[in-house]
């Protein structure tokens, strides 16, 4: 059989546009800092189209299967081929236009960059190369080609995801079984378990703003994903300066207005609550500390690993009822799971101005289900406390922006389960604070913005 020789005409132009994208990020270098606006602008635009690209991408193979059988199938193959490189080039130019003009940078997007790059050049040898597979003239290397670009897209796409949501995306709530098998790693931040900072405030630097400024992407140069990192600061120099709240460029920025382009987190993530932005700042006037295991209006206990949680017992029988009780008051009690010896959650967002100790009550044949109760901003005053100390399994209890003044707290110190107390924005008076030395189960309570708070180092013992 003569074999079928590739065009030099056809090959030229592969071989070029080849070396464009493999030159590209030297000529254009990633270099952390921001560039021309209109760049920012259309750069915006590659969310919004990678995924038509992505989805004939993994098309392709199945119609090439499919078409052993069905000769139609496979010159639509064809077809989506040429339609997928035709969308998968504007795709990445725009991605550059956004990582270039926005200066990220970081070794996630790195990967991101050169995965799309080795992505771009499969897609064009596959066109190259698949007339001749189609001829029968070579009949393997167009086949390997194919499984090199399905496996160059997930792992362009698995990068793009960690830059968008974070390298620990897939594993953050991992069970406990697979984490044994699959071990996800050490995520040192730099600073002890037991701190504060670790217990509380790396957990929303994680949360709000890790995504933008961590080991994925680093921008403005700036870091957030340890401790060290974040006193380092960025190219706009430091973010947190201790016991100098007011000069910390870190909080100016999360409470800028939202229009402010420095407005931080930006892109539309979800903004840093009010408590969050207090609770930073409040820890940064205590000298922002990688050490201290509590500041004044917190506290935090560090435990190296908490029991498991018990089971509940099986409501399903009582659902019928349940239903009924939602739609008769509006409080909603929702299903931590699929599985009912997981409990459930009392939530009373949608109702919580009229939501009262005597709707609470009518919860009480429920009680031993019950493992959150969510009563911020109800109506709720010390009275609730004689229904709340029947949810024996409650291992969480907002009460903050309630009327709660503490009297009869000490009831909850029969909760065993109870690890999680916020009753900041209350009128928790220190006294009635000294209660919660009662509760050596508690992990995390939150205090501030109540008559307690400058106490509050001193209203929770350590185990």
Same mark, same amino acid.
């Given at each position: ?24 990020? #030297?000529? #254009?270098?990633?270099?952390?800092? @921001?560039?021309? !606006? ?77 995965? @799309? ?20 003239? *070579? ?125 931080? &987190? ?24 990688? =050490? ?10 560090? !435990? ?24 008769? *008051? ?23 101005? @009229? #939501?009262?100790?005597? *709707?609470?009550? !009518? ?9 959150? @109760? ?44 109870? =690890? ?30 109540? &008559?307690? *708070? &400058? ?9």
């Amino acid at each position: 059989m003569q074999r079928t020789r590739i065009p030099y005409t056809a090959a030229l132009p592969v071989g070029i546009a080849a070396i464009v994208l493999v030159l590209l990020p #030297f000529v #254009f270098h990633l270099d952390g800092h @921001a560039h021309a !606006q209109w760049l920012r602008f259309f750069g915006h635009f590659h969310p919004a189209l990678l995924h038509i690209p992505i989805g004939l991408i993994i098309l392709l193979p199945v119609l090439e299967i499919a078409g052993a059988q069905r000769p139609a199938l496979r010159e639509a193959a064809g077809f989506v081929l040429r339609l997928a490189l035709a969308l998968a080039l504007p795709t990445f130019a725009l991605g550059y236009m956004l990582a270039y003009g926005s200066g990220d940078t970081g070794s996630t997007l790195t990967r991101h960059l050169w995965g @799309a790059i080795a992505l771009c050049i499969a897609l064009m040898l596959c066109s190259l190369i698949r007339p001749a597979w189609a001829a029968g003239t *070579q009949p393997r290397f167009y086949p390997v080609l194919v499984a090199f670009t399905v496996i160059a897209l997930f792992w362009t796409g698995h990068n793009g995801g960690s830059i968008t949501y974070g390298g620990g995306y897939l594993t953050s709530n991992m069970p406990a079984g697979l984490r044994r098998i699959f071990p996800a790693g050490s995520t040192g931040i730099g600073a002890d378990p037991a701190s504060f900072y670790a217990q509380h405030i790396h957990p929303v630097l994680d949360a709000k703003c890790v995504a933008c400024h961590g080991t994925s992407t680093e921008k403005g140069g700036l870091r957030l994903d340890t401790y060290p990192s974040l006193m380092h600061g960025g190219k706009d120099g430091l973010v947190v300066i201790a016991a100098k709240p007011e000069a910390s460029l870190l909080l100016a920025r999360v409470t800028l207005p939202t229009n402010d382009k420095h407005y931080m &987190p930006a892109e539309g993530r979800t903004p840093l609550t009010p408590d969050e932005i207090k609770m930073i700042r409040t820890w940064i006037t205590a000298g922002a500390s990688s =050490t201290a295991t509590t500041i004044p209006g917190f506290a935090s206990v560090a !435990q190296p690993s908490e029991p498991p949680p018990q089971p509940v017992g099986d409501y399903s029988a009582l659902m019928p009822e349940i239903e009924r009780m939602q739609q008769q *008051q509006g409080a909603k009690l929702v299903p931590v799971s699929g599985k009912p010896s997981d409990g459930l959650i009392l939530r009373t967002v949608d109702i919580a101005s @009229a #939501f009262n100790d005597a *709707q609470l009550a !009518q919860f009480e044949k429920f009680a031993p289900y019950i493992v959150e @109760a969510e009563l911020s901003r109800t109506a709720v005053t010390d009275a609730s406390f004689d229904t709340l100390r029947t949810f024996t399994h409650l291992r969480a209890l907002r009460l903050d922006g309630t009327a709660i003044t503490g009297s009869g707290l000490a009831k909850l110190a029969t909760l065993t389960q109870l =690890t999680y107390l916020n009753l900041s924005n209350t009128r928790l008076t220190a006294q009635s604070a000294g209660a919660l030395k009662s509760m050596p189960q508690l992990r995390h309570v939150y205090l501030f913005n109540s &008559p307690a *708070q &400058p106490d509050a180092t001193a209203a929770k013992s350590t185990p």
